[in-house]
């Protein structure tokens, strides 16, 4: 006899990833509230059918997503997202063009930029899209520092505190 054990899928999230994802979808609830014109009591109507809650904020994923199937059902589309969450990558490289902008670098290259991630995290990688979450996170402290010194020796006063 063969015994098999079915393996379990652990999903590990980012917290502030399903925050936002929560917030996005809410949005879109009301969005279709708004869309299919429905009235405060339609819409805790179709909450309390759909889920049993009686405010979307009460809902977990599973729950917002049948609403919005739900909606879908009845022609709403959410309105695609034009707001892309401002992952790390995209973090680090404005900052660098901030600083460099503020005067607060030699050379602003791409390259540059490799070169300032490598010695702050021992590290050398291609495009900073590469770096562990961690690595990225001490590269956009430091960044933001220089961003800061950056401004206060562009300032009129030259950093001088009054």
């Known amino acids: 006899m063969v015994t098999t054990t079915a393996r379990r899928f652990t ?10 994802q929560r917030k996005r979808e809410l949005g879109h609830i009301h969005q279709g509230k708004a869309a299919l014109r429905w009235s405060e009591d339609d819409y805790r109507y179709h909450l309390r059918e759909l889920t049993g809650k009686d405010s979307s904020a009460e809902l977990d994923a599973v ?9 879908a059902t009845l022609g709403y589309t959410p309105k695609a997202a034009k707001f892309q969450p401002f992952d790390q990558a995209a973090k680090i490289k404005w900052l660098w063009k901030k600083i460099g902008e503020a005067g607060g670098l030699r050379d ?9 991630v490598g010695r702050h995290t021992s590290t050398g990688v291609d495009d900073v899209k590469f770096l562990p979450t961690a690595d990225a996170s001490k590269v956009i402290e430091a960044l933001k520092a220089m961003l800061d010194r950056a401004k206060r020796a562009q300032s009129p006063q030259g950093g001088a505190h009054g």
């Open 108 to 116: 602003a290259s791409a390259a540059a930029l490799l070169t300032f």
């Open 63 to 71: 729950g917002r997503r049948k609403v919005l199937n739900h909606m």
């Open 11 to 20: 999903a590990h999230t980012n917290t502030a990833h399903v925050e936002a």
